[in-house]
């Protein structure tokens, strides 16, 4: 026995040893990551992830509300509440507003209570509604704590403003303002109003005594201001009336007394209570200070001004890098100002400088692709650069600017030297765009031209194809804008095949056809013709298989119960592949590089899964889940899915506008799980 024990012994002391001296120094850095560059935790199967979820909306940030403290910042985005911690950018709390979008918040003055327009009160520290509060339902966009915090008013589309008791819930009264002009002297300003007609804005005098109110009636073009007693609900005085036309604003100083009117040809401070005006030359103001003495105003097209709110004087600029305007919000103190798009950046009042949490502000990402060689992704976004990043860190390499701030796209050549950058009209997406032709490796431009949509570069880098016109597209020499092809009785173009030799694009009939692109003949159509004459179910999540063979496409970005269609390109036929019988909708498609396996990106209000299927026999061979959480998916993931040349990496672009990187070498092949990809050893299920 003692005998065994020690050839046991001495056996163990022999495989030591060999592991000792064999160890390979990579092995003890094949660890499984846990969290991306900034430290924030990544779903399972993933190995890194671009940009960064600190400060980004699903959407586009709406209405915003600092804790009293300054510490917490609550965004509204479509029917969600984010709740950030504004020293980290960290998202503290994510919740459903009890609302389908919400317009308009407001923050107690203890910071106990959220109001959320049509979604009633909610506890600020758990993002929990509170039971006992029934009312303020419905389409909610002006709300108000009094100073006192006892009392909440809040107004909408019915021309209503409800008073309610914050402690008990109780609905304290009812104010019905006028807004037919029928009261007061109208006074004739420039003023566009949307088709919304109702309580637009409330503001608590200093003392809880009286609520200002500014409700609208668009029809006739009317805006009135009116004050009133908050005990009894009566009208203080008379009612002022404007008379709108054409492009003006109207913006309330805290305290409500007076109102700033602006239009095309002038800016002027009213008071309400005595009808007196006083110019003030500031640009377009978007919010004030808390205190009322500063004015945040356009001052350029990617500046703004901090004014002093009773001379107009700069006080400091402000660098806001895009032509469109913010969402604004100060901190109670006034020593910080929040703005955001999709992006929430915070900015030092005194100094005018970014303070990123981060350090430097990630981009957003609307578009992304790999490179040939694997190891590097690029991408687009709204700000017009080309981004190039590092796929095993998520780190960016490069970036250069290749066209103007708008809605920019991007198409790469096969061999990844020659990118198309088209940007447009940023709110519409339409209209003349530019597009320029880049050489990715060296970042200078090669041909720039102006076209009546945006482009799609074929993957010899040589052909440009454009919607020129309804029901007509054009095939232009990328490097000359020399007219090749003219194809007739189309859509717009979605994509070239990988061999550059078809391009797929909508039918005019609401079908998908394939175009021959050196005879420009037709030469397959896929999909029944639609009858209705408008509102036909469009193509999107469209991926065409590198062989040729296979077409993965979802009819107005929604999934039929259980089935997902891919044409057989070949046959003209579907192909039915079996994803269960759960409900939900595609956003993502795409092919492994081998054509065998179709990756899908599946959604619905319970998670968001990733889920690889055998193209020949239906199969489905593993998924890995994104999110999982009643809050976590939602409408309209972005569609870009792409996989990296060898098979092993798959991107996917995220909702807030980062990208996770998978390792999908199991996923795809489970008989390849000795596939290591670096900074992950083995596979993801």
């Known amino acids: 026995m003692q005998r065994i024990l020690v050839c046991l012994l001495v056996l163990v002391i022999g495989v030591l040893a060999w592991r000792i001296a064999f160890h390979h120094p990579a092995d003890s850095e094949d660890k499984i990551p846990i969290a991306d560059q900034y430290g924030d935790p990544l779903p399972a199967g993933a190995v890194a992830r671009i940009g960064t979820t600190r400060l980004r909306s699903f959407w586009r940030t709406e209405p915003m509300v600092f804790s009293p403290d300054g510490k917490v910042l609550i965004t509204g985005d479509e029917e969600f ?74 107004g909408g589309f019915a021309n209503t403003i409800n008073l309610w008791e914050v402690a008990s819930g109780n609905q304290l009264g009812q104010i019905l303002p006028a807004n037919d002009g029928s009261r007061g002297t109208p006074i004739e300003l420039q003023v566009r109003f949307n088709r919304a007609s109702g309580v637009d804005q409330l503001h608590f005098s200093a003392d809880n005594q009286t609520l200002y109110s500014c409700n609208r009636d668009p029809d006739n073009g009317i805006c009135t201001f009116q004050a009133w007693n908050v005990k009894t609900r009566k009208l203080i005085g008379q009612p002022t009336t404007y008379l709108g036309k054409d492009n003006s ?33 500031v640009g377009r103001a978007l919010a004030f200070s808390p205190d009322g003495r500063r004015v945040l105003a356009r001052a350029g097209d990617t500046q703004l001004s901090l004014c002093d709110a009773s001379t107009g004087n700069e006080l400091v600029r402000l660098a806001w890098p895009h032509s469109w305007l913010p ?3 100060f901190t109670p103190d006034g020593n910080k100002v929040a703005m955001a798009g999709q992006a929430i950046g915070f900015w030092d009042t005194a100094t005018g400088k970014e303070l990123c949490p981060l350090g430097n502000q990630p981009p957003v990402i609307s578009q992304l692709a790999f490179l040939p060689d694997g190891k590097t992704l690029i991408s687009v976004g709204s700000e017009g650069y080309l981004h190039l990043w590092d796929a095993r860190t998520g780190k960016e390499s490069r970036r250069f600017q290749a066209n103007d701030e708008g809605t920019v796209s991007f198409s790469l050549s096969a061999d990844g030297k ?61 490097m000359t804008d020399r007219i ?99 409900s939900g909708w595609v956003s993502g498609t795409c092919f492994t590089p081998d054509s065998k396996v179709l990756i899908v990106r599946m959604e619905n209000y319970e998670a968001v899964t990733i889920r690889a299927f055998d193209v020949k026999h239906g199969d489905e061979l593993g998924e890995l889940t994104e999110y999982k959480s009643d809050t976590a998916s939602i409408r309209g993931h972005r569609e870009n899915l792409v996989i990296s040349p060898d098979g092993r990496l798959l991107a996917s672009l995220q909702r807030d506008g980062s990208a996770v990187l998978w390792d999908v070498s199991q996923l795809v092949a489970p008989a390849f799980s000795s596939m290591v990809v670096p900074g992950r050893q083995g596979g993801a299920r």
């Open 81 to 154: 509440l984010h709740f950030w911690d504004t020293a980290t950018g960290k998202e503290i709390r994510l919740c459903r507003a009890n609302v389908q979008q919400v317009g308009s918040l407001a923050m107690s003055p203890d910071g106990k209570y959220l109001a959320v327009g049509g979604g009633g009160i909610l506890d600020a520290s758990t993002g929990k509604s509170l039971p006992y509060f029934k009312g303020q339902i419905g389409n909610t966009r002006a709300l108000a704590f009094s100073p006192d915090g006892k009392i909440l008013a809040s």
């Open 249 to 281: 604003t109207f913006l309330f100083f805290p305290g409500g007394r007076h109102v700033l009117l602006q239009d095309s040809n002038q800016s002027v401070v009213l008071n309400l209570e005595s009808g007196q005006q006083q110019p003030l030359a």
């Open 327 to 329: 969402q604004v919000a």
């Open 418 to 478: 020659t990118a198309a950058v088209s940007s447009s009209n940023l709110v519409t997406g339409k209209g003349p765009t530019d597009v320029r032709l880049w050489d990715v490796a060296e970042g200078k431009e090669k041909n720039r031209t102006t076209l009546p949509s945006h482009a799609l570069l074929s993957p010899d880098g040589k052909t440009l194809a454009y919607q020129a016109r309804k029901g007509c597209v054009i095939l232009v020499d990328a």
């Open 484 to 582: 090749t092809q003219a194809i007739e009785k189309t859509g717009a173009p979605r994509m070239f095949s990988q061999d550059g030799k078809t391009l797929v694009t909508d039918g005019e009939d609401g079908t998908l056809c394939l175009w021959e692109i050196t005879t420009g003949k037709l030469w397959r159509r896929l999909g029944q013709p639609q009858q209705r004459e408008v509102f036909r179910d469009s193509p999107s999540c469209m991926s065409i298989s590198p062989d040729g063979k296979f077409l993965a496409v979802v009819w107005s970005g929604h999934l039929k119960p259980g089935t997902l269609h891919v044409w057989d390109v070949l046959a003209g036929e579907p192909v039915e592949i079996s994803c269960g019988t759960g």
